[in-house]
C-alpha cells in the first residue's frame, strides 16, 4: 500500500500518545470540496519520537497542514480508522491565540491591551474562517476572499454557511 498525503487543519489540541511523550495523537479535518457532505475529521498518530515531539510541542490548534502516512481500516465494526503519521508539512499556521502561552499574552500586552480585554479571535470551519469581534458582528469568510456574511449570533453561523453554499451550488447565477 502507498502511502497518502492530506491536507487539512489541526481540529483541536494534539495529545501525547504514551507516558513519555514518544508518540503523539491529533485529529485532521479534512474538506476536499467544497461541500459539506465531504468534510472529515480523520484521527492520527505518530509514533516517531522526534516528530511526535514536533507534533506536541509546535502545532496549535487552526494550523494547514500536509499530513503523509498510511491509513488504517477498521477490521472489526467496533474499530477505527486512523491515520499513521510518517510526516507533517506545516502549510500555514494559525491566527488563534493560545492564552497559556506567555509570549502571545505578552504581544497582546505590548500592544496595550490587558489580559482581560476581550480580543478579536478566528476560528476555521473547514474552508470558511470566522472573526469574532468582541465589540461587534461576527464575519464569515469563505476561502476565496468572499464574504459570507455577518452575525451577532453565533448561532446562526452554520445557517449562514448553509445559506452560502446553496446560493453558489447553482454556479455564477446563484441559484440550485
Not at 453554499?165 to 447565477?173: K, V
Request: aromatic share 6%; glycine share 8%.
Amino acid at each position: 500500500m502507498d502511502a497518502i498525503a492530506l491536507n487539512g487543519y489541526l481540529d483541536e489540541e494534539t495529545m501525547p500518545g504514551d507516558l513519555h511523550g514518544t508518540t503523539a495523537s491529533f485529529r485532521i479535518s479534512l474538506s476536499p470540496t467544497e461541500e459539506r457532505v465531504d468534510e472529515t475529521v480523520l484521527p492520527c498518530r505518530v509514533a516517531d519520537p522526534v516528530l511526535a515531539h514536533a507534533v506536541l510541542y509546535e502545532l496549535k490548534r487552526g494550523d494547514q497542514l500536509r499530513v503523509t502516512g498510511y491509513v488504517h481500516l477498521p477490521q472489526t465494526p467496533d474499530d477505527a480508522m486512523w491515520l499513521e503519521v510518517l510526516a507533517i508539512d506545516v502549510l500555514a499556521t494559525s491566527l488563534l491565540l493560545d492564552p497559556a502561552d506567555e509570549d502571545e499574552m505578552a504581544a497582546l500586552t505590548d500592544a496595550g491591551l490587558e489580559d482581560d480585554q476581550a480580543v478579536p479571535f478566528i476560528e476555521r470551519y473547514a474552508s470558511y474562517l470566522v472573526i469574532y469581534d468582541p465589540d461587534g458582528p461576527a464575519h464569515i469568510w469563505h476561502a476565496t476572499g468572499t464574504l459570507v456574511g455577518e452575525t451577532d449570533d453565533p448561532a446562526t453561523i452554520g445557517d449562514l454557511i448553509n445559506a452560502y453554499e446553496h446560493r453558489t451550488a447553482g454556479g455564477p447565477g446563484g441559484t440550485a
